[in-house]
């Protein structure tokens, strides 16, 4: 409880000394005053955190690479059951009959790459995910520390009326899938995607706010052994108010001008570029990835690098991305930014059990065999790991994902 409070104060206090522009990503304060936390008690910010089921794990990929069946690589997804090769640009929540996520009315599609693990003879195996951390601050979320995997889904407001829900087939990317090295130009985005290392069992070293927490975060892969690996992805906060998607699925959207909005859970004194004014709800996903049953040292590359690869063939880390399609029903997102609360049961706000979120699933159109020791990673051979420099990737210049 005391830790996590701490984490939220920190936040209160963050946004109070933003870095700018450039380079630098927005720095913690070195100290914070828990008197100024905040609370979710109708008035304030609202921080909606919740549990949702695998839905599938496929390679194929509506946004990217719309109609392909496979995509280059493999995701794992969550969300409505309108999920498909390719998604209309219009209410997805009409198109879909389940979710797999708590709040029974959000009906979106988050999907991210996949965890492998590479042994020492070159043969692979995913690694399984675990569920979210019970975090008794939010009241009952049971259902997020239950689930088969799959992810937890956050949104942030920084209070009533002061974030703009998404239009109906909205949708946008974080991320670039054929990065391999920390991109050197634009926004330093090691606060909007990262990995935590767990130091000790049961979400050991989970002290700090998301990708804020240098003793346990790394933009790229550990460099050893964790008690589990924690993903997290942040998408931009602010919109052109016009277009619901664009070519690189990223040009629509863009970062506040004071730099990426770090996770604080309350929002934000930051301001809008005009030529993207419309404030969003922060969302951000995050994933628990089981390594501990690969944690031998015997079967770690001997030249004392880390074994593990993003389904990109990435071993970096750096082309970890996330894909989201809004898709909750009606302006059932609206009203729950402007409810002021935490967590995942907000008053008024619709949930279902585990039971109908389990028996929601969408029938795998690849079919490709994922389990057990594998001798190729699932996805388009060959995937080097690339030579060149890593290109910058300020708003809206990454390259697609590929
Ligand atoms: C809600 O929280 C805010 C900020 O902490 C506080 O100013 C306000 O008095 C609280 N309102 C109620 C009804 O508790
Ligand atoms: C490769 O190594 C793993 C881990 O020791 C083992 O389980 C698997 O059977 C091996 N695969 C082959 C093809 O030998
Ligand atoms: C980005 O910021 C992090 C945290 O301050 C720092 O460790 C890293 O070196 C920075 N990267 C670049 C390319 O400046
Ligand atoms: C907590 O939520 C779950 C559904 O996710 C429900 O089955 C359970 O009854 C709830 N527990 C309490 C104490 O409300
Ligand atoms: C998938 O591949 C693994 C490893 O080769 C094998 O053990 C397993 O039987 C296969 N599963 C199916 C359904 O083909």
Not at 83 to 94: G, Q, R, T, Y
Request: include cysteine.
């Amino acid at each position: 409880m005391r830790t996590f409070l701490g984490i939220l104060a920190l936040g209160a206090l963050a946004h109070s000394s933003p870095s700018g522009l450039g380079k630098s990503p927005r720095q913690l304060p070195p100290d914070f005053d828990p008197s100024t936390l905040p609370t979710y008690n109708g008035t304030g910010p609202t921080m909606l955190r919740f549990g949702c089921n695998q839905l599938s794990i496929d390679r194929i990929d509506p946004l990217v690479n719309p109609g392909a069946v496979p995509s280059p690589h493999q995701h794992q997804i969550v969300g409505g059951n309108a999920f498909s090769a390719s998604m209309p640009l219009s209410d997805i929540a009409s198109l879909s009959t389940c979710t797999t996520c708590s709040y029974s009315d959000d009906f979106s599609n988050y999907w991210t790459s996949n965890l492998y693990f590479r042994a020492r003879n070159g043969s692979y195996k995913r690694v399984p995910q675990f569920p979210g951390r019970f975090q008794p601050f939010f009241g009952n979320n049971s259902f997020a520390s239950s689930t088969n995997g799959g992810m937890l889904v956050y949104y942030v407001s920084p209070g009533q009326n002061k974030v703009t829900s998404f239009p109906p087939g909205f949708r946008m990317f974080f991320g670039d899938a054929a990065l391999r090295e920390e991109p050197s130009g634009g926004y330093n985005l090691s606060t909007q995607t990262c990995f935590r290392c767990y130091n000790a069992p049961d979400f050991g070293g989970d002290e700090f706010r998301p990708c804020l927490d240098p003793r346990v975060d790394t933009m790229h892969l550990p460099d050893g052994p964790c008690f589990g690996i924690r993903s997290n992805i942040l998408f931009p906060t602010c919109w052109d108010g016009v277009r619901l998607d664009s070519g690189d699925h990223k040009a629509h959207v863009a970062y506040p001008v004071e730099g990426p909005h770090i996770f604080d859970g309350i929002g934000t004194a930051e301001t809008c570029p005009p030529s993207h004014p419309v404030k969003i709800p922060q969302v951000m996903v995050e994933i628990n990835w089981d390594t501990t049953g690969f944690n031998d040292p015997e079967e770690w590359p001997e030249d004392g690098s880390q074994p593990f690869v993003l389904s990109t063939g990435d071993g970096t880390g750096y082309s970890q991305h996330a894909d989201y399609v809004f898709g909750w029903r009606g302006n059932s997102l609206e009203v729950a930014m402007e409810a002021g609360c935490a967590g995942a049961d907000c008053p008024g706000m619709a949930t279902q059990t585990m039971q109908p979120a389990d028996a929601c699933e969408v029938p795998e159109l690849v079919g490709e065999n994922y389990s057990g020791w594998l001798d190729t990673l699932p996805g388009d051979p060959p995937q080097p790991t690339p030579t060149g420099k890593g290109k910058g990737k300020g708003k809206g210049k990454g390259k697609g994902k590929r």
